[in-house]
């Protein structure tokens, strides 16, 4: 779900080019460009590509693995996915390429956040009205709504609604 949104979003830009391979192993700096190029470095094996900016679509506690030189992260949830599935080993760098590394006080932000768990549903609809009358509808509301934390219409018929704390955490289950 995430990866096609952000998909949408990127060529919504119409970039020059927007390149998306397998999973990403991690990230690299080319020590032979004149000025700071990121290469990702991907498990299909090497990469041909520098970028400017490279756009992580995840949780900023696994974003973490992508610059820690394979230190092993117990916050990451990309960490535990690499450790468990076999045949995920990385190449070493080659000699053109020298990690990232990110200052102590980056690292110690991307692993404050603290998320609280929702559920969020964007409709697509014909009828732009319908979106705006939602949203008024939930707005003018004296006493909160059970199920619905927020109603949001958005330009274009695009109707966003974002669940309650309580109903996700009965639904799944979760404190957090």
Do not use: C
């Amino acid at each position: 779900g995430t990866n096609s949104a952000v998909k949408q979003f990127l060529y919504g830009g119409e970039p020059d080019q927007i390149v998306f391979r397998s999973r990403l192993q991690r990230m690299a700096i080319d020590a032979t460009s004149p000025t700071p190029q990121l290469v990702p470095l991907f498990d299909s094996g090497g990469t041909t590509s520098t970028y400017d900016i490279v756009v992580l679509a995840m949780p900023p506690k696994d974003i973490l693995k992508f610059f820690s030189d394979d230190a092993h992260d117990p916050q990451s949830q990309a960490d535990l996915h690499r450790r468990t599935n076999r045949g995920r080993k990385r190449a070493p760098l080659s000699p053109n390429h020298r990690n990232v590394v990110l200052p102590p006080d980056v690292l110690r932000r991307l692993r404050a956040p603290s998320y609280v768990g929702r559920y969020s549903l964007a409709l697509w609809l014909h009828d732009a009205e319908f979106a705006d009358k939602a949203q008024e509808a939930l707005n003018t509301r004296h006493e909160p709504h059970p199920v619905l934390d927020m109603v949001s219409s958005q330009v274009g018929g695009v109707l966003v609604a974002q669940s309650t704390v309580k109903l996700w955490r009965q639904l799944t289950n979760s404190r957090g």
